[in-house]
């Protein structure tokens, strides 16, 4: 295999290699780069244009940007028996020649350096390996000519093909494709999101499936420079920086779904890392029924969302589902009569009828400023998407005492801590008991795949190390994750809610106002019966039949529980 070009981050620039090479002067690289602003080419192409060198120098210099030889394949002659080792058709498509076999390796003639990379397949179709070579796109139209007797039209094809191939060009660049190709293999695997990380010796794809992450993909490093570049420019990123962290925001196509994608970049010791949650459009709007929540605990959200006032709290991690539950909330409380306004970072789906307000941190538009307008909009219901400090929470509470209903959510492990945190934010405790009238903690939970799951009897300590009480157990039917086609061998599809539902009552109001601890705050709700836990009601969904105690353990932790009175 040829050795990998020089990473995009050490080549030198191309007008400073014909500089030093004696081919051209400071003043004509100067004149080529004011053409280029005005055009847009790239500066090779400039270059050509002005007359300025002959394409067979830039040939030569990109290729000792890339650290790739340079052939010129209108000297000398092909032996035939190198030529047969690539079918005529294979060539003019991928706009390759043989020039040299060494018993081992094919030495490839291209006018792409990225050629390099897209050509893998070839490996396979070939089967034998190769090393690559940079020649001009002339003399490889010339070359064809010559050894394969291709007509103008063919000729003309293979340009074509080669001018598609370089990443300036909208739609064919191989970098463009495999950008293209990675978003669109994700949302076939129903990956939540796209992890692009570059190592010291290769840039690694991941993908989040079902909560899980996998490996689909690795690249040699000299591509993470034009990768990294084209999903900053989807994301409508700056290009030039590469100091800070920036957010952006893309909008593709793909099996037939329209899927908006949050781009997340963060500058790390081998480069800029990228995360890309894919939200589709067709499935992110659920209602309250498909969520998970069991039938008293439904019946209780219900009544908790359509108090007149308050705050409603969902707190779990990120990627938790929590606004998918909020936007469910929102769906079920969306009437004409009813004035509803958000503040969002980002709006991640579009609700008809609802005011939604982008957060917009660059010009200062964040959650206080949109928070204190929109109370001015006379509305019945909020939105807040996240409370993250004081003043938030601060105009939040004052929001929900003056007679508005508030959602929002909190970075905490349970439904408790919701309360400790504001309280830790600085709201008064007699604020937090008298606002809050209920806090819902989730995960989510791999659904065992329909397929394939298979049932089995637990042991006891299973049973017990997942909290749950094995006499519950006895006689239910249980299944366990066994793997086929269809789950790709992971024995689970989809993901399913798990839920703590916390009421607010008297006895845990008075509880926030003594600023008791969380796990005080917890026992106080769970005696009034106005909480169920998120072990309970995972356990409820394992005897259902949807998930399996091995999950339950994943997501809850393998740490000491006690035995629940009921499930």
Request: aromatic residues 4%.
């Given at each position: 295999m040829s050795s990998p070009p020089t990473p995009a981050g050490s080549r030198p620039r191309l007008g400073e290699i014909l500089v030093k090479a004696g081919v051209l002067t400071p003043e004509k690289l100067e004149d080529a780069l004011k053409y280029q602003q005005e055009t847009g080419l790239k500066i090779g192409q400039c270059l050509i244009r002005l007359g300025h060198v002959r394409d067979e120098d830039v040939a030569r210099a990109?290729?000792?940007?890339?650290?790739?030889?340079?052939?010129?394949?209108?000297?000398?002659?092909?032996?035939?028996?190198?030529?047969?080792?690539?079918?005529?058709?294979?060539?003019?498509?991928?706009?390759?020649?043989?020039?040299?076999?060494?018993?081992?390796?094919?030495?490839?003639?291209?006018?792409?350096?990225?050629?390099?990379?897209?050509?893998?397949?070839?490996?396979?179709?070939?089967?034998?390996?190769?090393?690559?070579a940079l020649t001009t796109e002339e003399a490889m139209l010339e070359a064809f000519k010559r050894y394969y007797n291709a007509e103008k039209r063919d000729a003309k094809t293979v340009g074509e093909i080669t001018r598609k191939a370089t990443p300036k060009e909208d739609d064919e660049g191989p970098v463009i494709r495999l950008v293209q190709q990675m978003l669109e293999d994700a949302v076939k695997a129903r990956a939540s999101d796209i992890h692009v990380e570059p190592m010291a010796d290769r840039i690694r794809i991941r993908l989040r499936v079902d909560g899980v992450c996998k490996t689909v993909a690795e690249y040699p490093t000299h591509l993470q420079g034009a990768i990294t570049s084209r999903l900053k420019l989807l994301g409508e990123m700056d290009l030039a920086e590469k100091r800070k962290p920036q957010d952006g925001r893309i909008t593709i196509k793909a099996a037939d779904k329209e899927v908006d994608i949050r781009v997340s970049l963060l500058p790390g010791s081998h480069g800029e890392a990228l995360v890309m949650r894919l939200l589709d459009k067709t499935t992110g709007l659920v209602s309250l029924e498909r969520l998970g929540l069991g039938g008293e605990d439904l019946r209780r959200f219900r009544r908790m969302i359509k108090r007149p006032n308050g705050i409603f709290l969902v707190t779990g991690p990120t990627g938790s589902g929590k606004t998918t539950t909020l936007y469910a909330a929102l769906t079920e409380l969306n009437r004409p009569d009813v004035k509803i306004i958000t503040a969002e970072n980002p709006v991640e789906y579009h609700l008809a009828g609802v005011n939604q307000c982008q957060v917009r941190h660059q010009i200062g538009l964040d959650f206080v400023r949109i928070l204190r307008a929109m109370l001015r909009q006379a509305p019945?219901?909020?939105?807040?998407?996240?409370?993250?400090?004081?003043?938030?929470?601060?105009?939040?509470?004052?929001?929900?005492?003056?007679?508005?209903?508030?959602?929002?959510?909190?970075?905490?492990?349970?439904?408790?801590?919701?309360?400790?945190?504001?309280?830790?934010?600085?709201?008064?405790?007699?604020?937090?008991?008298?606002?809050?009238?209920?806090?819902?903690?989730?995960?989510?939970?791999?659904?065992?795949?329909?397929?394939?799951?298979?049932?089995?009897?637990?042991?006891?300590?299973?049973?017990?190390?997942?909290?749950?009480?094995?006499?519950?157990?006895?006689?239910?039917?249980?299944y366990v994750a066994t793997g086929c086609d269809d789950c790709n061998g992971t024995g689970y599809r989809g993901r399913c809610g798990i839920y703590e539902?916390?009421?607010?009552?008297?006895?845990?109001?008075?509880?926030?106002?003594?600023?008791?601890?969380?796990?005080?705050?917890?026992?106080?709700?769970?005696?009034?019966?106005?909480?169920?836990?998120?072990?309970?009601?995972?356990?409820?969904?394992?005897?259902?039949?949807?998930?399996?105690?091995?999950?339950?353990?994943?997501?809850?932790s393998k740490e000491t529980v006690t035995v629940l009175e009921s499930m």
């Open positions: 990109i290729a000792r940007q890339s650290g790739l030889p340079f052939v010129d394949v209108r000297k000398g002659t092909i032996p035939p028996e190198t030529l047969a080792r690539v079918p005529k058709e294979t060539a003019l498509e991928n706009n390759i020649l043989p020039v040299k076999f060494d018993g081992q390796a094919l030495v490839l003639a291209v006018t792409d350096p990225l050629a390099a990379f897209n050509l893998e397949h070839l490996r396979f179709l070939l089967g034998l390996d190769f090393k690559c019945n219901i909020i939105l807040v998407g996240e409370i993250r400090d004081h003043e938030t929470a601060g105009i939040a509470v004052q929001a929900a005492l003056t007679g508005h209903l508030v959602f929002s959510t909190l970075h905490t492990n349970d439904a408790p801590s919701a309360l400790t945190r504001l309280i830790d934010m600085g709201v008064a405790p007699f604020l937090v008991s008298s606002a809050v009238c209920g806090v819902l903690a989730q995960r989510l939970m791999r659904t065992l795949c329909v397929r394939c799951k298979k049932a089995e009897v637990p042991s006891e300590m299973l049973i017990r190390e997942a909290g749950g009480d094995p006499a519950a157990f006895a006689g239910r039917t249980i539902l916390m009421e607010m009552g008297p006895a845990l109001r008075d509880a926030v106002f003594q600023k008791e601890s969380a796990l005080r705050l917890a026992e106080v709700a769970r005696a009034s019966g106005l909480m169920s836990t998120l072990r309970s009601d995972a356990l409820r969904k394992v005897l259902s039949g949807a998930t399996s105690l091995d999950e339950l353990l994943r997501v809850l």
